[in-house]
């Protein structure tokens, strides 16, 4: 069974900045393309961003483009989601995934793992 652990979220202020991090069990860093997704109340769970593999392709929901980065560290087995210029509409519980043969990075039903979240809040 593959474990994903998030962190880094808390309460910040609009135009601040964050760093998510999504802690994967072995060697699953390698074979898996990993994503994030965000869910905020009463809404349905939305694509943030991906990272292929080996880090040759990444993607983003048109919201978070040239704020958000995503990268990985395969030799820690880690997936940091940068966060910048934050809004209030940010504001979710941000969720790790990892998939083994994703065929849309955008769809959760691609992703065969889950983390149980991190909460990040942006206040006006």
């Known amino acids: 069974q593959v474990q994903l652990v998030e962190s880094g979220g808390r309460l910040v202020q609009t135009g601040g900045s964050l760093r998510l991090s999504c802690a994967a069990s072995?060697?699953?860093?390698?074979?898996?393309?990993m994503g994030w997704f965000r869910q905020a109340p009463g809404k349905e769970r939305e694509f943030v961003s991906a990272?292929?593999?080996?880090?040759?392709?990444?993607d983003y929901a048109d919201s978070v483009k040239g704020r958000f980065t995503i990268s990985r560290d395969n030799a820690k087995n880690t997936v940091y989601l940068q966060m910048t210029s934050l809004k209030p509409e940010d504001t979710a519980v941000y969720y790790c995934?990892?998939?083994?043969?994703?065929?849309?990075?955008?769809?959760?039903?691609?992703?065969?793992?889950w983390g149980r979240g991190t909460q990040v809040t942006v206040s006006s």
């Open positions: 995934a990892a998939g083994r043969l994703v065929r849309d990075t955008h769809s959760p039903r691609s992703y065969d793992y």
């Open positions: 990272v292929t593999w080996n880090s040759g392709s990444r």
């Open positions: 072995d060697d699953i860093a390698l074979l898996y393309t």
